[in-house]
Nanobody
Framework: QVHLVESGGGSVKAGGSLRLSCTVA????????VGWFRQSPGKEREGVAT?????????KYADSVKGRFTISRDRARNEVYLRMSSLKPEDTGMYYC???????????????????WGQGTQVTVSS
């Protein structure tokens, strides 16, 4: 069973940066996509970024975060990261680390592809 645990959320002012981490356990070998989704009150859940866990690429991003967010992973540490810079108040939300089963490729920001979700970490950006 895949187990995902996020950390690194917090409060930051607009223009600031944060790095989210996700510790991964139980991922099988093969083409597994990992990624990040976010949920804000009153807004639809949004896929933020995704990449292949094995090779780290190619990554896909939501248009709203392109050029500001970077997804990466470190297989030796069993971690997935989301580096967020130039943060805006509209980036506020609960951020979830997600993973697919093997073979769900290419990676796409479609929540139905990700059966495994972490508990989330809160990001709050103030103006």
């Amino acid at each position: 069973q895949v187990h995902l645990v996020e950390s690194g959320g917090g409060s930051v002012k607009a223009g600031g940066s944060l790095r989210l981490s996700c510790t991964v356990a139980g991922i099988e070998l093969g083409s597994v996509c990992v990624g990040w989704f976010r949920q804000s009150p009153g807004k639809e859940r949004e896929g933020v970024a995704t990449t292949l866990y094995d090779t780290g690429g190619p990554a896909k991003y939501a248009d709203s975060v392109k050029g500001r967010f970077t997804i990466s992973r470190d297989r030796a540490r069993n971690e997935v990261y989301l580096r967020m810079s130039s943060l805006k108040p509209e980036d506020t939300g609960m951020y979830y680390c997600v993973a697919t089963r093997p073979g769900i490729w290419p990676c796409a920001l479609d929540a139905s592809r990700f059966p495994f979700w972490g508990q989330g970490t809160q990001v709050t950006v103030s103006s």
